[in-house]
Each structure stands twice: as structure tokens, then as C-alpha cells.
């Protein structure tokens, strides 16, 4: 299930126009991971990476993404689970991704300068409270942004073009052929739509 959600993030990065790296194709079970290991994927645009001003909002939509040159992208497609403060204290894993030793081995590969840390989430706890707290919980642990699936799905699907062929991206291709007979709509279609019964 990995590959489908790394899938799914990669597209949207080269959507925007980054180019995307994954360190590693293999992934780790039966031994502690080494600090390359905890890079999902590295995310780089060309040009000189200057210096990063974290937005104040920490839940992010591809507008938030328009400063940020570099980046470590860890993956949480949990899609049967939401975000939560619980979620967060018993998995702290989530967070080694941040640390300063990740960043060094992305610097190896990205070169000097900065390098903002995004989580890639299935999605954020319902409850206003919780919700608040989760975002807190992440900025205080080294994220900069948090971009759900939901989110990044969205977006994917309106930037397509029913009329182009996207045969380079099965993916694309895919939503495409859905958006085309009526199975997906634009969210801005549904954005005053009353909800089905």
C-alpha cells in the first residue's frame, strides 16, 4: 500500500512542478532504520534554496507551496485512521523524519540551505479541540506543513483536462477517465451542493 500512497504524493509534487527523489526503493521491517531510511521523498525545485519562512497555518494546500524550494516528505497513508494527539504520542516515530540527523543525509543529496519537513497525512482528527491540538502536537515536533490526501486528490483532479491523454501518468490517466464519465467532480462544483440522502 506504500507504493500507492507514495504514488499519489509524487504525482501531486510533479504536478507543481518539483522534481521528486526517493532515496530509497526498499522498504525496512525487521531492523531499526538508518537516518537515509526515514526520507519517504525528496522534493526539489530548480534555482538557489534561500532561506524558509514557515506559514503560520500548518495544514497546507499546494498555495502554501509556492515558497518552498526543498523538502523531506514523510508518508502517513493511514486511510482508515484519523490524526490525533493519541495517534501522535504512540507513534513518535512519525516525527524522525525532523530530526537534524534526517536533515543532514537530505542535505547530502539536496545540498546547502533549507529544508522544510512536510507530513503527508490521511486525515486530521474531526474534533475542534483534538484538531487544534494534533496541528500544536506536529508544529512542536519540527513539521512545517501537513497536506492530507484529501487535499492533494482534490487538487489533482482539477487540474485535469478531460480532453488531454495522460498516458505518461497512470494515475492521471485514471482520474481522468473517472472525471470524464461523471465519477469525480470538481470541488468547486460541490462546494454549495446540499449532501445526498
Given at each position: 500500500?506504500a507504493?500507492v500512497?507514495?504514488?499519489i504524493v509524487?504525482e501531486?509534487f510533479e504536478?507543481l512542478?518539483f522534481?521528486v ?7 525496512v521491517?525487521a ?5 537515509v531510511?526515514?526520507i519517504?521523498?525528496?522534493?526539489t525545485?530548480p534555482g538557489?534554496a534561500g ?6 497555518e ?5 498555495g502554501?507551496?509556492?515558497?518552498v524550494?526543498r523538502?523531506v ?5 493511514w486511510?482508515t485512521?484519523r490524526f ?7 507513534n513518535?516515530e512519525i516525527?524522525r523524519?525532523?530530526?537534524l540527523?534526517?536533515?543532514q ?9 533549507s529544508i522544510?519537513r512536510?507530513?503527508c497525512?490521511?486525515d486530521?482528527?474531526?474534533?475542534a ?7 500544536a ?5 519540527g ?6 490526501f484529501r487535499?492533494?486528490?482534490l ?5 485535469l483536462d478531460?480532453?488531454?491523454?495522460y ?11 473517472l ?5 469525480l467532480?470538481?470541488s468547486q462544483m460541490e462546494?454549495?451542493e446540499?449532501?445526498?440522502?
Amino acid at each position: 500500500m506504500a507504493s500507492v500512497n507514495e504514488w499519489i504524493v509524487r504525482e501531486y509534487f510533479e504536478t507543481l512542478g518539483f522534481f521528486v527523489i526517493q532515496p530509497n526503493k526498499h522498504q525496512v521491517v525487521a531492523r531499526h532504520k538508518h537516518d537515509v531510511e526515514e526520507i519517504d521523498l525528496l522534493i526539489t525545485r530548480p534555482g538557489q534554496a534561500g532561506v524558509f519562512n514557515s506559514p503560520k497555518e500548518v495544514v497546507w494546500n499546494s498555495g502554501n507551496l509556492a515558497d518552498v524550494q526543498r523538502a523531506v516528505v514523510s508518508i502517513r497513508g493511514w486511510h482508515t485512521d484519523r490524526f490525533s494527539p493519541a495517534t501522535l504520542r504512540q507513534n513518535p516515530e512519525i516525527f524522525r523524519f525532523t530530526e537534524l540527523s534526517v536533515i543532514q543525509e537530505a542535505r547530502k543529496i539536496l545540498g546547502p540551505g533549507s529544508i522544510v519537513r512536510i507530513l503527508c497525512v490521511s486525515d486530521l482528527t474531526a474534533t475542534a479541540d483534538l484538531y487544534d491540538e494534533t496541528l500544536a502536537m506536529m508544529r512542536k515536533n519540527g513539521v512545517d506543513g501537513v497536506l492530507s490526501f484529501r487535499t492533494m486528490l482534490l487538487e489533482l483532479i482539477d487540474h485535469l483536462d478531460t480532453v488531454k491523454n495522460y498516458e505518461k501518468s497512470d494515475l492521471l490517466q485514471i482520474l481522468r477517465i473517472l472525471k470524464t464519465y461523471d465519477l469525480l467532480k470538481d470541488s468547486q462544483m460541490e462546494l454549495f451542493e446540499g449532501r445526498k440522502k
